[in-house]
């Protein structure tokens, strides 16, 4: 019987980014999946700025920019006008990413596939996980092939990156709780030529919602509507959607030559816990809702984010695994409040009430104008769409050791900021630095003397995996330099030092920097009293990849 660290079930953009992670530590992974192959008909579309963020860590988004359309905002269009959505021009200086990345889930998964391939790992197609069972040792995995082989595998830990329709889900019972939109939604890829623009265009009614996603290619729209109440149950024809669009969206742009067509209803539900024993659930088979905003699979990346990087050092020994009880604790708050907020927003769009028709009509868009008109409004919209405002609460990985920081020093359980620093003449964003393979421990000063600290970055740098930058206001051969006013904003009445983990999150911050007191916070925020050793015999050492 193969023993391996982790199997990943399904090859879905939350299977592939945690298997490319892991595959970047060296852990010994499998990643295999039912189908044949990856499918062209996908309902995600938009990669979020805070996901480009996680590709740039993985440096692969410039491969993303390049096949994607950007998109900064939408356009509500009304038979009487048009009004302006500003969604994402609050994030200008708060991220490289101020815009929505428009690339067909398909596109993306080979793009994250290219990558995986690129770091020695495959996909395992048309491999379908039978049945399971686990104890305190691992899990023991049957898996059957298309040709009727069989095959059992012992794994330390399962990603279920399975689905919405998880098998992984149901064997272990884990409960999957939530309800079904009563409405259904038509979605295809056409051709809309008419008076459109590159945004977002969005059209609210009685007859049914509609909305149009600008693709990369030219005159190329996802289309999605709400099912008209005039189709009754049965299910209109491709023609039948195209012709609905012709007649009711504004300006009666021509719809045609579809790529793909398919109506369905929407659930939304989430599991009870995202984690059962040695097994843990991401994406779909941990949370479903809503298309509204294009969240989905953005926050199935970070799932994948999240989760990958405690379960590398957790198998190499240089992590407590008590760090995976974190994984639940993080995550879960997030994929509930989306389905609140989802679920709220939905239903404000495609209630059909005589009064939600009026505010439609009549309100919505005037509401829409001046709240995105409000610098506060703007920027909790672009929080909330980015997903760059997701916040997690204080824990074992979320530590504050002291206070007295300025007010707008970066706290812990936030994003890390999206700053510049100066490294040997060249100016390097704090994202560029952050390689998902480390933490990274950012010890601000503004002393002339820093060898003590050149000192103690060697020093703890040959204990964890970590990599240590000194930030001075001038930039040197061994530090980072940045302008006053980031200093001034990081550094506090003291040095002060920030540990930032591998998924760009603040985990502790302090400032007693001397070398003893700073050696051990790091040594109890990892919880394993160590120097740096072999990993465990499960990981294969030819897998290890350089860092």
Not at 78 to 105: C, P, V
Not at 176 to 198: H, L, S
Request: glycine fraction near 8%; charged fraction near 20%; charge should be neutral.
């Amino acid at each position: 019987m193969a023993k391996i660290d982790i199997l990943i079930v399904g090859g879905g953009p939350s299977g592939l980014m945690a298997a490319s992670l892991l595959a970047n530590y060296g852990i010994n992974i499998r990643l295999i999946d039912k189908k044949a192959a990856f499918s062209e008909n996908s309902r995600a579309l938009v990669i979020q700025p805070r996901s480009l963020e996680l590709l740039e860590q993985m440096a692969i988004v410039d491969s993303f920019l390049t096949q994607g359309r950007r998109v900064r905002g939408g356009v509500l269009h009304e038979h009487s006008g048009k009004t302006e959505i500003n969604i994402y021009g609050a994030g200008d200086g708060k991220t490289r990413y101020s815009f929505g990345l428009m690339l067909e889930q398909s596109e993306t998964e080979k793009l994250l596939y290219q990558h995986l391939q690129s770091l020695g790992r495959s996909l395992e197609w048309e491999t379908e996980l039978t049945a399971l069972q686990q104890d305190e040792a691992g899990v023991r995995a049957d898996l059957t092939r298309f040709d009727g082989e069989t095959e059992t595998v012992q794994a330390r830990y399962v990603i279920a990156a399975d689905g919405a329709h998880s098998l992984i889900r149901k064997q272990v019972n884990m409960p999957f709780t939530g309800n079904t939109v009563e409405e259904r939604f038509m979605v295809m890829d056409a051709t809309v030529n008419g008076e459109v623009g590159d945004a977002i265009a969005l059209n609210f009614s009685r007859k049914g919602d509609i909305a149009l996603f600008p693709l990369p290619a030219d005159r190329r729209y996802r289309v999605i509507s709400t099912l008209p109440p005039e189709f009754g149950e049965e299910d209109p024809t491709a023609e039948d959607f195209c012709d609905f669009v012709h007649n009711n969206f504004p300006g009666h742009p021509e719809v045609s030559d579809p790529a793909w067509y398919t109506s369905y209803r929407i659930h939304s539900r989430s599991v009870e816990h995202f984690s059962k024993g040695r097994i843990f659930f991401v994406g779909d088979a941990a949370h479903i809702h809503t298309p509204v905003g294009g969240q989905g699979m953005n926050t199935g990346l970070q799932d994948a984010h999240n989760l990958a990087w405690k379960l590398a050092l957790v198998v190499k020994g240089e992590l407590s695994e008590k760090a995976l009880d974190s994984y639940h604790a993080e995550r879960h708050p997030v994929a509930q409040k989306l389905l609140k907020t989802t679920d709220q927003i939905f239903q404000t769009i495609s209630e059909q009430a005589p009064m939600a028709n009026f505010i439609r009509a009549y309100l919505f868009a005037p509401l829409i104008k001046l709240v995105t008109r409000l610098p506060g409004a703007q920027k909790q919209l672009f929080r909330i769409v980015s997903q760059t405002g997701i916040d997690y609460d204080r824990g074992w990985l979320i530590q504050d050791k002291t206070k007295g920081f300025p007010k707008a020093a970066p706290e812990p359980g936030k994003r890390w900021p999206y700053v510049s620093f100066v490294q040997k003449d060249r100016t390097v964003s704090s994202y560029t630095l952050l390689d998902y393979a480390h933490h990274h421990l950012f010890v601000c000063t503004r002393e002339g003397n820093i060898e003590p600290l050149l000192k103690l970055r060697e020093a703890l740098e040959a204990t964890f995996s970590l990599k240590v930058h000194i930030v001075t206001p001038n930039a040197q051969p061994n530090t980072l330099g940045c302008d006053t006013k980031t200093l001034a904003r990081f550094h506090g009445r003291n040095s002060t030092a920030y540990l930032v983990r591998p998924d760009a999150y603040l985990a502790l911050r302090t400032n007693a920097v001397e070398a003893d007191a700073l050696h051990q916070a790091v040594q109890s925020y990892f919880g394993v009293s160590r120097t740096k050793t072999a990993s465990p015999k499960t990981t294969d050492p030819a897998l290890m990849l350089p860092r």
